[in-house]
């Protein structure tokens, strides 16, 4: 299981995302590596670039806080889209290996 980050958690920008959208559900996402196939989690299934892809369309959406400044993302790169722990794996291999 892995968590893919819409912005850095440990960076400048790791509020962004709850400032704009204090009630969304994409900071990130929980899923699970299901090897070259990608990764399936809450109804979504697909690569880590379909995944930054959906990460990016959600923050630039319409802010659900109607304070916040409509900032957008000007590029899907602009998106964090790492997976920053594995909490289980399934086989023997390394997770580096895994996610090759």
């Known amino acids: 299981m892995v968590w893919i980050a819409t912005f850095d958690p440990n960076g400048p920008d790791k509020d962004r995302y709850r400032r704009k959208h204090p009630e969304g559900y994409w900071q990130g996402l929980n ?16 690569d880590l670039v379909k995944i930054k892809q959906v990460l990016f369309d959600n923050y630039n959406a319409t802010p659900s806080n109607p304070k916040a400044n409509n900032d957008q993302l000007e590029n899907v790169n602009d998106v964090f889209g790492l997976v920053l722990e594995a909490t289980v794996r399934l086989d023997e291999k390394p997770l580096s290996e895994m996610l090759k």
């Open 31 to 46: 899923a699970v590596y299901l090897g070259k196939s990608g990764y399936e989690g809450f109804g979504f299934k697909g």
